[in-house]
């Protein structure tokens, strides 16, 4: 449903936006912005050193891209959750605005060897967003995320070379010149996932960012 794949930018100039959430503990702080990937709008917050992104995605039930308050439902990328029993129950309380997804994924291993990938999953979580008066739209947060690790593949090292390791020199270069990720996401980009899993924990998120 959500792919990702280059980003277009929707400008925010003077971008006076904020994130901030503490993962597994850790503050992460940054300047949000909203950007759009294929057919859908995201809010996303990227830093650098190491590369890391938080991307939150908010829609309706029927797939769509949502930009109103309310509370969304968190739920997961690959969830067919339209056939989903607990899913539809909850929705059909009409507690929720809308559903929404969360991705957050980092590098360990520099210049982008290996990442820590952390997706939602439905657990009965919610997203909160709020419209200030002030022009600003608020979204609260605390998200448990499934959390995997990815390497590059040999393959894609060996056969990339010297060119793959420009480009991703490139796409650093990028993030930390625009403040927006450039190609982080591992996922389809010569990475394989490992077999382990573990938890990544989003909690006290709070982004305050323009309409």
């Not at 993962?23 to 050193?49: D, F, L, M, V, W």
């Not at 439905?122 to 609260?140: K, L, P, R, S």
């Not at 690790?149 to 625009?178: C, I, P, Q, Y």
């Amino acid at each position: 449903m959500l792919a990702f794949n280059t980003a277009s930018l929707l400008g925010q100039d003077g971008n006076p936006n904020t994130m901030s959430v503490m993962i597994n503990g850790k503050e992460y702080t940054c300047e949000p912005h909203r950007i759009k990937i294929s057919a859908y709008g995201y809010i996303t917050g990227n830093a650098i050193n190491p590369d890391a992104s938080l991307r939150i995605w908010l829609g309706s039930f029927d797939g769509k891209d949502l930009n109103e308050p309310g509370s969304y439902l968190v739920i997961g990328e690959d969830e067919n959750y339209k056939k989903n029993e607990e899913i539809n129950s909850a929705y059909a309380t009409g507690k929720y605005k809308g559903i929404a997804y969360v991705k957050y994924v980092i590098e360990t291993k520099s210049p982008r060897m290996e990442y820590h990938v952390g997706e939602s999953k439905y657990n009965g979580e919610t997203i909160d967003v709020v419209n200030a008066a002030d022009g600003f739209q608020e979204v609260t947060f605390n998200v448990t995320l499934e959390g995997s690790m990815w390497k590059e593949k040999t393959s894609a090292t060996a056969f990339g070379g010297l060119n793959r390791l420009t480009n991703k020199l490139e796409d650093k270069a990028v993030t930390g010149a625009t403040g927006y990720e450039q190609n982080i996401d591992p996922e389809g980009a010569g990475y394989k996932k490992q077999p382990t899993l573990d938890t990544i924990k989003l909690t006290d998120g709070k982004v305050k960012i323009k309409m």
